[in-house]
């Protein structure tokens, strides 16, 4: 569940958030809509901690964000995957190695890196581009090599900021597809 009791973010003296409250169940598939600059991609910022909020307090499950240290931080981010509108793919890997990079990162054994990769990347439809690197790939399959890499190591949270906003319908709509059937298989 995440949580968030009065949150409030300034930027410069202004106000992006102001007194937010609310609570998101598990399992729970929502979305956050409003106008550009209106806090969405701000509130994910902030569950991520990439931002800390000027006031109030966020709390994923048990526990209050605020009160992480810097080397808790990457443990938080494991248990939430983040889907970001511009991809943020790595230009010099290919889809396999960015998907397979954050279970690089945690050391896991190579078999079981290819193994679990290999399932995410079927499970996206992307199991035939996976030699290919990101400036190789068109909107909708770079969006969907950042959700597998979102995805990879099983999180308990899916955070998407703007998932198709730059895409054209029909890879809009094989986006949302992906992420419904996210809500099902992850959350069990």
């Given amino acids: 569940m995440i949580d968030l009791q009065q949150v409030s973010k300034k930027y410069d003296g202004l106000n992006a958030l102001s007194d937010i409250t609310a609570k998101i169940a ?11 600059g209106a806090g969405k991609s701000t509130i994910l910022k902030l569950i991520i901690k990439e931002e800390e909020p000027t006031a109030g307090k966020i709390f994923v499950d048990d526990l209050e964000i605020s009160n992480l240290l810097p080397s808790q931080v ?6 939430i995957g983040t ?6 793919l790595l230009p010099q890997r290919t889809v396999f190695e960015n998907v397979s990079f954050p279970l690089e990162i945690i050391g896991l054994p190579d078999d079981e890196i290819a193994k679990t ?20 790939l068109s909107g909708g399959e770079s969006q969907r090599t950042a959700i597998a ?33 996210l809500k099902f298989l992850l959350f069990l």
Avoid: C, Y
């Avoid at 598990?26 to 550009?36: A, M, P």
């Fill in 117 to 136: 990769t290999n399932e995410i990347l079927s499970l996206v439809n992307l199991d035939r581009k996976s030699t290919h690197f990101p400036n190789q």
């Fill in 26 to 36: 598990d399992g729970e598939f929502l979305f956050l809509i409003g106008k550009s």
């Fill in 83 to 88: 889907i970001f509108q511009d991809f943020k």
């Fill in 149 to 181: 890499r979102a995805i990879v190591l099983r999180p308990e949270i899916i955070l998407a900021d703007e998932p198709t906003g730059n895409l054209d319908s029909g890879s809009a709509w094989e986006v949302m597809k992906i992420l419904n059937k």
């Fill in 74 to 79: 990457p443990h938080l981010r494991r248990r």
